[in-house]
């Protein structure tokens, strides 16, 4: 179990810089995110994009605001549960909340501070009717292990670096690998590009381009997929998995299930200190809405910032807080 | 100021028609949002999630699709390879005056 002052759901910028504000307060702070590394959507979707709005920075690119973030809140020695989904919370009877991820890993916190930008970032699914049904029965969206392709017919759909890459690595493992893509073209990196041309040219591969995968059909289990080619028509094929590499897009997920007033896919807050309808579970950045709201870096900070102070009153509500500037005191981080 | 008239069909068939002003730099899912059309444009118009993905119905001449708008058409799904466009890189400009496009079914 993991117990620290204010729990933060989300290590996007908001959730990061959260953990300096509440540290200037002797606050300890923990992150859950979905995503393997901190940053969430800068790191996730755009690391290589300009951001000319972070006051002070002419320019940054978003992957340099991440790691500056990173370096600063470094001093707080803040927590971090990765690539896990906060899934559950509950209150205790002492008053703290409880949270629990999907892989079972449980924290308690006096304080919740939700920083999930747009959700949680999940695989893309394709509009297959029945592709529900089929989850886990010849279709995933994942690779966790690759040895269950062993000696296996796969079918992969997607034009990115993972469908490439994936198809590259299973034309040793798999029986038979057919790649689907809609357009001729790819634009993932182009020497995995050339080497899945490769192996299509020497039949280890086979590749349908122009084409993508509407239909699947099986009893039980997957065992084909209908196939719609621009010029050719649609055709069957028989295969024991399905993989669809579409990326990712975010979801708001399990959020919307904890008894938190939301408007439009936003936890609606108090702009006093974006605190929510639930006493202790406070709402900042992209993931909260109020009259003006604006979903931008910046407002994120000052949100965090006002929300650390209603934090610390929960947290020590008999404690004195002074309100102190760090040019003062400068960054006394904990041991 | 100027405007330019484009007609939104939304995912039930209703058709919208809007005003869409030519000199606030702004592309067709800003406006879409400006009039609280279903259109989420979550990645800001970065040409990143393709929420924006729409027909057009009009042989109107458009910008030529960038390399970036490509890439996510390849992860978009309902794609149609002669109409399909993102909004978010179309901007609003005097030949886009008359422009109908619909929207897009929403993936999952």
Known sequence: ?335 | MSTVKITVIDREGEQHVLEAPTDMNMNLMEVCKSYELPVKGTCGGMALCSTCHCYVKTDHELPEMSEDEEDMLDQAFFVDDDTSRLGCQLPITDDLDGLVVELAPEAE
């Open chain 1, 1 to 335: 179990m993991i117990e620290t002052d204010i729990l933060i759901i989300g290590a996007g910028p908001c959730g990061l810089f959260t953990v300096f504000e509440a540290g200037l307060l002797k606050l300890r702070c923990h992150l859950v995110d979905s995503l393997p590394q901190p940053g969430g959507q800068l790191t996730e979707i755009y690391p290589k994009k300009p951001i000319y709005d972070i006051p002070g920075f002419p320019d940054i690119l978003a992957g340099d605001l991440v790691d500056n973030l990173m370096k600063q809140i470094e001093p707080f020695k803040p927590g971090f549960t990765l690539g896990e989904r906060a899934e559950q919370i509950e209150k205790l009877e002492d008053g703290r909340f409880k949270l629990t991820t999907n892989k079972g890993t449980v924290h308690v916190a006096p304080v919740i501070a939700i920083a999930g930008g747009l959700g949680c970032f999940e695989p893309r699914k394709p509009p297959i009717g029945n592709i529900a049904e089929f989850e886990d029965k010849g279709v995933e969206y994942i690779i966790r292990d690759p040895e269950m392709y062993r000696d296996k017919s796969v079918v992969i759909a997607g034009g990115g670096d993972s469908a490439l890459d994936w198809t590259i690595f299973l034309a040793d493992v798999a029986k038979e690998v057919t790649l689907v893509h809609r357009r001729t073209s790819f634009r993932g990196a182009l020497d995995s590009v050339e080497k899945v041309m490769e192996l299509n040219e020497a039949n280890k591969i086979k590749l349908i381009t122009e084409a993508q995968v509407i239909g699947l059909n099986g009893k039980e289990n997957l065992n084909e997929v209908v196939i719609k080619h621009k010029k050719l028509g649609e055709m069957t094929q028989s295969t024991d998995h399905f993989i669809p590499l579409f990326g990712l897009a975010p979801k708001l997920g399990p959020i919307a299930e904890w008894g938190l007033n939301i408007s439009k896919n936003a936890i609606e807050v108090d702009t006093f200190d974006y605190s929510t309808n639930v006493d202790g579970i406070f709402a900042i950045g992209d993931i909260n809405t109020y009259p003006g709201k604006l979903k931008l870096i910046l407002c994120g900070f000052h949100e965090a910032t006002l929300m650390v102070q209603s934090a610390f009153k929960i947290i020590y509500p008999d404690k004195k807080l002074s309100f102190k500037y760090t040019t003062v005191n400068g960054v006394n981080g904990f041991e």
